[in-house]
């Protein structure tokens, strides 16, 4: 074993506190040490030379580089060990500039604390092995779950580059809170116009599969390789068949509330969601239909010329094969029914901007106008309240939802847009508009439609003489104020989907203390998850606009491409392994697993001629994290890099 | 059913008629209310706007007192007395550090574990409301009042625990069980102006002649109340609300003790209605309720 040191200078960053020369040569007297020299620079070319020429030279097998951290450059010089002959894996490196020089101020100690680091990366490299990288091949197909318009987005943009999409949607059209949007901020346009060609350049499109009304109900694999069960609900309508005509939900006798219209309106058993839907295939609402609970009607199968109506269509599980996963799959409104002050959702005419949205829309329930839901007259003046739910700790999430400034300026515009005579009232903690023409928006809501803007909380609304008063404070006049109002709006904030948990434990992906799917790194991996080959995209992440949404689904669809233009993945054998001489099966290391990249699994083991449980290690999926090495009593499972043995030899060295 | 009373200050001044009334009810009812031999004050508005340690010792003084009298849970009427004892036990509960300080006053070791009610809810919760019902002799049907619970009945958030923080309905409910019709109104937990009553009683003058307006807008024809400082502000107020705002309200404001008692048939001169400022005599004689 010939092992080289290569102490480096880093211009003054480690010489200036360590006396390098006198590392080098303590590391010289070290066990197994051949050669031991430094360099200004070991990263530069001529630095790399160094260590290759020495190799080629003096015969060296392993390569200490005592400088930065390995998250820096370990990558760099497993390259130079690689071109220059030897196993890349055979380098250590021994940190002496973060944890050493950076840190300290007297040059003896730190020296002398250099010469230690030194001796363990020395220790630990005589007793590394060479290893080499696998590969995983990679399934050139991608799933989106989830079908606004987000995930819309990602769908087209990784059919562009003509690689297959699965998008998943739960509901029965794709679409998702945008398709309920009437117009869009900062340059109000009509959502439905901007949204409707991308609808449907996803169900034109050949690259792309829809499953609406479907979801996903497993997924196992990974990188590269994922296994997904996709439960096809059933629709009672043929898809293949249905033409559209609307001959079924003309004819159906059964009226329930719209969802799609938050309650402001009515939808038949068999229906649409809205006139736009994609596909425009109906679906049977199998808990109000008659025939479904009462076995009697049957008048859309009747009236049905080609026979797509199909009482006996039952859910159907599809299992497909994916190399990448987006994950789309939106927010939910805040419910304010937590608020006793804004009437604990029993007010008709206290409604949220959802709500507005519906009202404001042209094919909305109210035929574009807004009116009191309580007695349907128009509302002239009209309370907007912001921060319902985002920005308070006690009842709601601690965070703000980013969007709610700019809907309400939205629909303070919106109102005076639909009636000159109307007035909007807001009340706001702080308008946040950064974005582009944001603010300016803010401004002309409040210039050109006559918004008036009061800084404050509302601390009670209520019922009196028909209207409905808004008590709160304008804290920049320092009073009291109350506002009769025909209509109270409140901005709600936008928080995880009820089953966001259920979705981040299938797909192995974190998510934070307010249920948001966490990315792999806040500033660097802001569409990635800490799961390999699962990406982020839209407000499951965190609140975001529409430009923020789409921008990040692009990202995300970029990062899944990257996947797919390869034919396999390169992997890092710096995964556990078990040994299964040693394995006792106890499952701690399966328990333990962060990732889930560990199975249990039966081999036959010959000397005790029968069958036991073993563990096993995913190598697509393991990470290398060494949870499992610690947990485990037998000393069964190791990391490859970090092996038991590796850290003892450093302790023995200390 | 047995109970530590405590009445507090205001009980056995200008509430009387709370006191009467109360002890009136809980003897009709087989409650025994047991007064704290040597109570002190409960720690309100002069005490907790000073120091803090001092507006948590009072109130366990009296809990301890209590506890030594091995008569239950310690109950009393009036909402400030109510919130203190409830504040006080909350502190001892949770704030694990500071509560040595007042145990060092106190002289004792206390974590909270005396209970503290409010009579309110030993009718309609530990008696309530069905077992009520069976006792009721006399509805007072044709009523109409606006339930006023205050401020301090049902909060802090998690510290009184008893009942709704902005639409509180344990009076309502306890008025609908004797015959009583609870107006809906939006000021249920509207403050009064409370202790302002002396110093600034120009807020008090607004604030309840905003409630007794509230209230008369929809359609109440009295007030009923589960606090001594809202009665009192309602009622001893009322002349010079009337004067400051051009009003001629006459509302009359009852403690709920007071129409319960006359539901089981008590006799109202037994319920200290002569000690009332607004008559509510005239109102209930209107009614058919007394003869």
């Known amino acids: 074993m010939k092992i080289g040191v290569f102490v480096c200078h880093c211009g003054t960053n480690i010489s200036h506190t360590v006396d390098v020369e006198e590392v080098a040569k303590a590391a010289a007297k ?44 370990e990558k760099t010089f497993r390259k130079c060990l690689e071109e220059a002959g030897i196993n890349p894996y055979l380098v250590e490196m021994a940190n002496i500039r973060e944890h050493c020089s950076w840190v300290h101020s007297d040059r003896a100690q730190a020296t002398k604390k250099a010469i230690e680091l030194v001796k363990l990366s020395v220790a630990k490299v005589s007793r590394s092995k060479p290893l080499s990288k696998s590969f995983i091949p990679i399934e050139k197909r991608v799933l989106v779950i989830g079908g606004g318009i987000s995930g819309i987005q990602a769908a087209l943009d990784v059919s562009f580059a003509k690689f297959p999409v699965v998008m998943v949607e739960k509901e029965p059209s794709i679409g998702g809170k945008m398709a309920k949007f009437d117009k869009t901020f900062p340059t ?67 009226k329930v509330t719209s969802e799609f219209d938050e309650g402001l309106g009515k939808r038949k058993a068999i229906y ?34 080609i026979g797509a109506i199909d009482y006996d269509q039952e859910d159907e599980i599809i299992e497909e094969k994916f190399g990448a996963i987006i994950v789309a799959t939106g927010f939910k409104q805040f419910d304010h029914s937590v608020y006793g002050e804004y009437g604990y959702g029993k007010f ?106 009061l800084r404050g909380r509302v601390s009670r609304v209520f019922e009196k003489g028909g209207k409905l008063i808004v008590r709160g404070a304008d804290t920049l006049s320092g009073s009291q104020i109350e506002i009769k109002a025909d209509l109270v709006v409140l901005a709600n904030g936008l928080i995880a989907q009820d089953d966001a948990t259920t979705i981040a434990q299938m797909l192995h992906i974190q998510y934070d203390k307010n249920r948001l799917f966490t990315e792999a790194h806040p500033k660097l991996a802001p ?27 692009s990202a995300a669809s970029v990062k899944a491409l990257g996947l797919m233009v390869h034919d396999k993945l390169e992997k890092d054998p710096l995964v556990a392994r078990t040994n299964n001489d040693l394995c006792s099966g106890c499952k701690a290391c399966y328990l333990a697993c962060p990732y889930s990249a560990i199975e249990m699994v039966e081999i036959e083991d010959r000397k005790l001629k029968r069958k036991r449980m073993v563990s096993r290690v995913i190598e697509g999926v393991c990470a290398g994290c060494g949870n499992c090495t610690a947990v485990c009593r037998m000393g069964a499972i190791d990391v490859e890099g970090f092996t038991n043995r590796q850290i003892m030899r450093q302790i023995e060295a200390l | ?54 507006s948590i010792a009072l109130p366990v003084k009296n809990l301890l ?73 006399k509805e007072l049907k044709g009523l109409k009042v606006a339930c006023y619970y205050g401020c301090l009945l049902t909060r802090p958030k998690g510290v009184t625990g008893i009942d709704d923080l902005e639409d509180p309905r344990l009076l309502d409910d306890l008025m609908g069980t ?76 009852f403690y709920f003790t007071q129409l319960v008692a006359l539901s089981l048939g008590i006799a109202p001169g037994k319920l200290g209605f002569d000690k009332h400022m607004v008559n509510p005599v005239k109102l209930l004689k209107k009614k058919g309720i007394i003869a």
């Open chain 1, 30 to 73: 070290l066990p197994n040490v051949h050669f031991a020299t430094t360099y200004k620079y070991m990263c530069s070319s001529p630095g790399q030379a160094l260590i290759a020429d020495s190799i080629k030279e003096k015969g060296l097998d392993r390569i200490v580089v005592s400088a930065c951290s390995p998250s820096l450059h």
């Open chain 1, 188 to 254: 109000l346009d009509c959502a439905a116009c901007i949204l409707t060609p991308k609808m449907v350049g996803v169900a034109q499109n050949k690259y792309v599969t829809m499953h609406t009304f479907s979801e996903v109900v497993e997924v196992s694999g990974h990188v590269g390789d994922f296994t997904v069960k996709i439960k096809k609900k059933a629709r009672s309508v043929d898809l293949k068949k249905c033409t559209g005509c609307g001959a079924c939900y003309a004819k159906c006798p059964v």
């Open chain 1, 272 to 305: 649409v969601p809205f006139p736009q839907a994609v596909p425009n295939v109906p679906v049977i609402d199998r808990n109000a239909c008659l025939w479904f609970t009462k076995k009697t009607c049957g008048l859309c199968k009747k009236v049905c010329a």
């Open chain 1, 348 to 453: 008709k005419d206290v409604v949220t901007g959802m709500h507005f949205e519906r009202m404001a829309n042209s094919s909305g329930p109210t035929g574009g106008k807004i009116v009191r839901p309580s007695d349907g007259k128009e509302a002239l003046d009209v309370v907007f309240i912001q921060c319902v739910g985002s920005r308070d700790e006690q009842k709601g999430v601690p965070y703000c939802s980013r969007v709610c400034c700019m809907y309400t300026a939205k629909h303070a515009t919106l109102l005076r847009e639909h009636n000159k005579n109307a007035q909007a009232y807001v009340f706001y903690i702080d308008v946040r508009a950064a974005g582009k023409n944001y603010e300016e928006f803010v401004k002309k809501a409040q210039d050109e439609y006559g918004a008036v803007y």
């Open chain 1, 527 to 553: 569409v990635e998850t800490i799961t390999s080959g699962i990406f982020l995209t839209g407000a499951c992440q965190s609140p975001k606009d529409i430009p923020d949404t789409v921008a990040t689904a």
């Open chain 2, 1 to 54: 059913m047995k109970y530590a009373y405590y009445p507090g200050c205001s009980l056995h001044s200008t509430a009387k008629e709370y006191d009467l009334s109360t002890k009136e009810v809980a003897s009709a009812l087989g409650i025994e209310l047991v007064e704290i031999p040597g109570w002190a004050c409960c720690g309100a508005t002069p005490a907790h706007l000073t120091v803090q340690s001092l």
């Open chain 2, 65 to 137: 007192q209590a506890k030594n009298m091995d008569a239950g849970d310690v109950v009393t009427c009036c909402a400030a007395c109510f919130s203190r004892l409830k504040i006080a036990n909350h502190f001892m509960e949770t704030e694990t550090e500071k509560r040595k300080e007042v145990e060092g006053i106190v002289g004792e070791r206390y974590e909270g574990e005396v209970k503290a009610r409010h009579f309110l809810e030993v009718l309609t919760k530990d008696l309530g409301l069905d077992k009520l019902k069976t006792k009721v002799a």
């Open chain 2, 178 to 253: 004797i015959g009583v019709e609870a107006v809906k109104w939006p000021y249920k937990t509207e403050c009064c102006g409370a202790s302002f009553s002396l110093s600034k009683t120009e807020i008090v003058l607004k604030l309840s002649g905003d409630i007794l307006e509230m209230a008369s807008d929809e359609g109440a024809e009295a007030i009923v109340v589960a606090c001594p400082l809202c009665q009192s502000n309602l009622d001893l107020r009322q002349g010079m609300i009337n004067k400051k705002l051009k009003k001629s309200f006459d509302i009359p404001i």
